[in-house]
């Protein structure tokens, strides 16, 4: 993995210095990835744009999710008969989407991985209290010796992903096996939710005191 491709919490640029840890992580900010941002941030994103934005979002911090999956050395031959020393995923990976906006990540993932296995998890939160509460849950039987990528977008509170996480831990999930994959994230959430579980890696693309909270609506175009 180069070192340039992701910045660690030290490196935040939308908000004041903060030390989230070593396993919190952050996409490389390029003009690319702000612009984006700054896309499914504006109101006046029509539906169509909005999906196909987030759907580029989506796959950059899919991709780099996927570089913190273990790898081994291989040797392939090629078309021309040469020996070339290559890398392979190690086998026990899996996602966990938390529906039902972490569903709108999983065409991303499975344009990089086709076969990896999804499992789902659905956490009820309060709109006025942020109480949330697990709904409904189904994972691949073996997942407690899987790496789990787990994908939920848009975490204001931490609140629904912290529900996930026990139920990942409820099944013999390992903590430092899992990675969350996000694209938005409030300061508040990170701290939250790292100091829960300090082993969990966090994978996203911005920091900011406002999450965009209309994600899931827009894209599902349930708004």
């Known amino acids: 993995m180069e070192p340039d491709l992701i910045q660690d919490s030290l490196k935040v640029d939308t908000v004041e210095d903060l030390d989230f840890g070593p396993k919190f992580k952050k996409i490389k900010s390029t003009e690319n990835v702000r612009e984006l941002q700054t896309v499914l941030r504006d ?3 029509s539906r169509s744009d909005f999906v196909f934005y987030a759907d580029r979002l989506i796959r950059l911090v899919v991709e780099e999710g996927l570089n913190q999956l273990p790898y081994k050395d291989c040797e392939i031959t090629t078309p021309t008969g040469c020996k070339y020393d290559g890398l392979v995923y190690e086998k026990g990976n899996c996602c966990v ?3 039902r906006s972490g569903e709108a990540m999983e065409q991303g993932l499975r344009d990089c991985c086709r076969s990896i296995r999804i499992g789902k998890i659905l956490v009820h939160s309060d709109e006025d209290t942020h109480d949330a509460k697990v709904v409904y849950s189904k994972l691949p039987p073996d997942i407690a010796y899987r790496k789990v990528l787990l994908m939920y977008p848009i975490m204001s509170t931490g609140n629904t992903v912290i529900k996930a996480l026990h139920v990942l831990k409820e099944n013999k999930v390992l903590e430092k096996n899992i990675i969350l994959l996000n694209l938005f994230i409030t300061p508040q959430a990170a701290k939250t939710v790292i100091a829960k579980f300090p082993d969990l890696t966090i994978l ?9 909270n209309h994600f899931g609506q827009k894209y599902f175009g349930t708004a």
């Open 43 to 45: 109101k006046a994103t």
């Open 97 to 99: 989407s938390i529906m």
């Open 204 to 212: 996203t693309s911005e920091v900011h005191q406002v999450a965009p």
